[in-house]
C-alpha cells in the first residue's frame, strides 16, 4: 500500500462522533442544507476565529473561493503573487487584470522582501499570498507589514491560511479594521475533513458586500461534521501536536542524513537533495513526496507529515537510498 | 504506432570516473588509458526499464550506439545504417539524418553536452528530443533531470514542447576549472508532466511555451517605441519578438531592430558599440539561459561591460516564459567586470507574457 506524503492531507481520522455526523447528514440528502444548520456552523466558526459570524462565508474547499475571489477582484486591478504559490488564476483573471507581477521567492531564506513588495502597491492591487506559503512553509507577512498594506485602501488583500493550526498565526483580529481584507481558512488539514472539503472566508466590509448574496455551496454531511469538530476541537489540536512533534523528528534525522532542509511552519517539509530521482527511488518503495524539480528548483522536493509509522518507513528508505548511492 | 529514434553515445561520460571533465577530442584515449568503464548501458537501461507505452515503434543505431541495449526488452524495434568499431561525431550526425529520412517522431539521445551539438546540427527545431544525461558535462539544459524523468517524457502523450538551449562548453577552459559557456543552439524537448503527481503547478499559471512567447512578443510589439533602436539577444524568444516586429532575427547571435528594420545583424562588440555612437535612445532586450539563470557574461559575451555600460541598466528589458523562469532560482552576471556587475544587480523585471512579469533577484 502506497504511503502518500505528497498532498498536505493529515494522517488521523477525525474521531468516530465526526464520522457519525456525517453519516446523520446522509439522512435527508434529497434536500438542501438547512439554513439553520449552517448558521450554528458559523456560530461554531465565529467562536473559534473570534470574529463576528456575519463576516464568515462557507465554501466546499477553499479553492472556489479563492478563485471566485481572484476571478471578480481582479478586474481593472494590477494581481502582484508570488512564486512558487499554487493560486487558481485563471486565463480569465489574467485578461480581466491591469498584470500579474509575480515575486520570486528565492532558497535559502524564502523571504518576502517587504520594500519591494510595498513598491509594487503603488496602484489599485489585488494582493494574494498564502501565510505559511506553500511549498516553502514560510510566514511571508506579519501583523505590521499586513497594516502597511491594508491602510491602502486601494490594495485588496488576499490571505490564504489554510496552515494556520500548524502556524498559529493569522490575521483575523484585522477583519474588523480593515475592509479590504479577506482570509481564507480550511477544515482539510488540522481538522482532518480534506474528504468533506470544508473551507471558510473571513470577510473585510469589502468583501462582506460582494458574498452577502451569494448562494452558500456545501453539503449536509460536510456541516455536521465541521459542526461536531468545532465543538469538540481537542482532537484537532492533539493531532497537530503530533505532526509538529513528528516533523521536528523528521527535520533532525533529514538534517543528520545530509538534507538540506527548510524550516517552515505548516504540516510539510521542504528538502533540497542531489540524490537523483529521489521521488522515483521512494516511489519505487510505495511512498510518494512532491516532487519540485520539473516545475519548479531541481532538487526540491515536499515531504508531508505522516503517521509516525509511516515516517519511521520514509527515514529507513531514505537510509537505504543514501547508501545506495 | 510512433516512431522513435535511440542513439547512444558509447563512450560519454567515461571521463567522469577518472577525473576528466569530458571525453572531446583526444581526450577519450586518455580516459581509455586510466581505465574509464562506460556509464551509457546503465543510463540507457535505466531508462528504457520504465518506458511502459504500448504504441511505440524504434528506430535504433546499431550495435553500441543503440542496438545492444534495446534488444534486452520487448520494444519493435528496426535498426539502421552501420558502423565501424571506433565511432565519432560523424557517425552520430549521419545516423540521425537515416532516422529522420524513416520518419522519426522523437528523438531520444544519450551524452553530454558534445552529443547534445551534434544533435542539433541535424535536427535544429524540427523533432523533439528526450536528451538522456550521461556526459561528465551535461550544463545544457536540454538534458532531462534523470533516467527517470526522460522515462516519464517518453512515456507522456503531451503535445507540449518547450526549447531549450543547448550550450558549448570550453572543455579545455572546464579543465582548467574555468566555465565558459556559448550558446551553441536549440532543441525541442517534449514537456515533462510530471505522471506520478497531480497537474497542479507551483508557477500559478502554466501554459504552453510556444503560447508564451507569443503573448511575451505581442506584450513587446504594442510597446514598442518608434524611436528607439532595440538590440535583441540570442534566443528563440527573441526571434519570436523580431518575427512579430516583422524582421528575421539571427537566432544565436545579435541583431539591432529600428522602426521595423534591421539595421545590424549577427554584430560583435564593435559593430554594437558603433550603433551606439549613431542612435541616442537604445534598449536591449535579452533573455536568461535556462537552468543557470545568466543574462550577461555567459551565451552574449558581445554585450561587454563598454556596450552595457553605453546603454545603461535601465534600459535592458528582459524576458523568459513563465516555466523557464520558475525554473531559476535568480538571474545571475558575470561581465568580468564588478562595477558593471555590481550596477545589474538588485531586483529586476522579466516580462513573462501578456501583461505578465516576475521581479525576481539578480546576483
Redesign the interface.
Known sequence: MTINL??NENPYLPGADIKKAAQKGLENINRYSNPEHLSELKTLLGKYNNIASDRIFISHGSDLLIREIINVFSTNRKIV?V?????P?T?YA?EQ????????L??PDFEL?ST?LLN?LNEPALLILDNPNN?TGKVLIDDKLAEQILKNKDVLLLVDEAYYEFSGFTLASLIEKYPNLAVTRTMDKAFSLAGLRVGYLLMGDYFKAYFSDFRVNISTPAIFAATEALKKPEYMKDNRDKIVSEKIRIENELLKKGFQVFPGKANFILIKTNS??F??KL?DKNI?V?????????GYYRITVGLPEENDMLLTKIEKISNNT | MKKIGLIVNPIAGMGGSVGLKGTDGEVYKKALELGAQPVTPQRIEETLSVVNRKDLFFIVAPGKMGEDFIRKFDFKYEVVSAIDKKTNADDTKRIIREMVEKGIELLVFVGGDGTARDVYDVLGLTIPVVGIPSGVKMFSPVFA?????AAEIINNTSEQIIEKEVLDIDEKAFRDGKLGAELYGYLNVPK?L?L???K???????KPDKISKEEISQYILEHIENDVLYILGPGTTLATIASKIGVEKTLLGIDAVYSAQIVGKDLNEKGLLDLLNKYNKIKIIVTPIGGNGFIFGRASKQFTPAVLNAIGEENIIVVATD?K??????LRVDTGDDGTDNRLKG?M?VI??????????VK
Open positions: 505528497h498532498t503573487m512564486n512558487p504559490s499554487f493560486f488564476v486565463q489574467s487584470a491591469r498584470r500579474i507581477t509575480k515575486m520570486k528565492s532558497p522582501d519591494l509594487e511549498p537523483i530521482d521521488n522515483k516511489f510518494l512532491y516532487n519540485l524539480s520539473n516545475d519548479w528548483l531541481n | 533531470l534523470s533516467t527517470f524523468a515533462n510530471n506520478l503527481q497531480s497542479k503547478e507551483p508557477s500559478n499559471v502554466s516555466d523562469i520558475s525554473r531559476l532560482e535568480c531586483h523585471k513573462t507574457g501578456y501583461k505578465t512579469e516576475t521581479l525576481i533577484e
